[in-house]
């Protein structure tokens, strides 16, 4: 079973997501993709599984600094893909690659269902 979750280690919902597979004893890799970045391959790894509208987060800072030039442009999972290598932030957090498959996002609940614990 791998497990990876990517994110940033100051954001309260990896930080929650992270505490929820300690507890559940579920080995994991975390992927602080601030400090060791992100590959176009991997983003577009992503959006192989996901839709770039899922990835992108909308609500949070990142993305409401950004010009609505910048914003409007965003309109295909390529545009997209450009902004999450471009400001990682903008990603919805964590991101969690399961053997494969991919998710979005943390509630104890998807994740007891992700895990079927």
């Known amino acids: 079973m791998a497990v990876t979750l990517y994110g940033i280690p100051n954001c309260d919902t990896v930080k ?8 559940n004893g579920i080995a994991h890799t975390f992927h602080d993709f601030k ?9 577009n790894g992503w959006l192989k599984q996901l839709e770039w509208d899922v990835l992108v987060n909308r609500k949070g ?22 902004l999450m290598l471009e400001s990682p932030s903008v990603i919805k957090r964590p ?3 399961f053997d494969g498959a991919m998710h979005v996002g943390f509630s104890d609940t998807n994740y007891q269902q992700i895990f079927k614990k």
């Open 16 to 23: 929650k997501a992270r505490t929820w597979l300690d507890k």
């Open 35 to 43: 400090k060791a970045g992100l590959t176009p391959a991997l983003v």
């Open 61 to 82: 800072t990142t993305w409401r600094a950004l010009p609505d030039e910048r914003k409007a442009a965003i309109a295909d999972a390529q545009s997209a893909a450009a």
């Open 95 to 97: 991101v969690l690659d």
